[in-house]
């Protein structure tokens, strides 16, 4: 992960550059950080989309995890009877594992979306729309693969991102987070460009109502 700081600019005004701490994080040290905190490997592969505007684009990732890792041993033996019979919901998944993946998982996607033109055009112009999207809906739970014996899931790496450069004392970054460009084409190649903007003093407004003046 490298990092780099803004150094202090000499200028007419006076004003002092944000600071801020720029990184560079590969799709390595995101899958590391995540089977750090999983105590397991699992299998992984990531996918650049492209956005509508070119310099923009997202990162799917694809995971896949062994039963004996993320089922309770005491439904190891007939779980793969219980999808068969269609009862999965007996299947208990291990607390600790869900409990680390869930706050890098995708929320529920619904109809609701479809309204939100905002949310719709944000996504699309960085690549996820259409069968992408639908893609990422399907597989935001965890979910069976009868031919090969295992669970599918895809996590959303910017929010593994965000948590590894959150501080350990408050859980969230010290500044504003923005992924700032995604390089690479393939699976091993693929980093993010990410830069943390510590928060400065806001100068201070009088107690002059701007608005009234300018209404007067």
């Known amino acids: 992960m490298e990092t780099t700081t803004n150094t202090q600019v000499v200028n007419k005004a006076g004003i002092e550059p944000i600071p801020s701490d720029r990184y560079v994080i590969s799709t390595a040290q995101v899958v590391q950080y995540l089977q750090d905190k999983l105590g397991f490997g699992f299998g992984?592969?990531?996918?650049?989309?492209?956005?509508?505007?070119?310099?923009?684009?997202?990162?799917?990732?694809?995971?896949?995890?062994?039963?004996?890792d993320i089922i309770m041993a005491a439904n190891?033996?007939?779980?793969?009877?219980?999808?068969?019979?269609k009862n999965s919901a007996a299947i208990t998944f291990k607390d600790t594992v869900i409990d680390t993946l869930k706050p890098y998982m995708y929320p529920k996607i619904d109809e609701s979306l479809a309204q939100d033109q905002e949310a719709?055009?944000?996504?699309?112009?960085?690549?996820?729309?259409?069968?992408r999207?639908?893609?990422?809906?399907?597989?935001?739970?965890?979910?069976?693969?009868?031919?090969?014996?295992?669970?599918?899931?895809?996590?959303?790496?910017?929010?593994?991102i965000v948590d590894m450069l959150s501080d350990p004392k408050t859980g969230k970054p010290n500044g504003d987070l923005s992924i700032i460009t995604v390089l690479?084409?393939?699976?091993?190649?693929?980093?993010?460009?990410?830069?943390?903007?510590r928060k400065t003093n806001v100068l201070a407004n009088?107690?002059?109502?701007?608005?009234?003046v300018y209404r007067a």
């Open 44 to 68: 992984f592969d990531f996918t650049r989309w492209v956005g509508a505007v070119p310099d923009n684009s997202y990162v799917r990732m694809r995971c896949v995890f062994q039963s004996s």
């Open 76 to 85: 190891e033996t007939d779980f793969v009877t219980r999808i068969l019979n």
């Open 120 to 131: 719709i055009q944000r996504m699309y112009k960085i690549g996820l729309f259409g069968e």
């Open 133 to 160: 999207l639908m893609e990422v809906a399907r597989y935001s739970e965890l979910d069976y693969c009868e031919q090969k014996g295992v669970w599918r899931l895809y996590l959303a790496p910017e929010k593994i």
């Open 184 to 197: 690479g084409t393939s699976s091993e190649s693929i980093r993010w460009e990410v830069s943390v903007s």
């Open 206 to 212: 009088t107690d002059l109502s701007v608005e009234a």
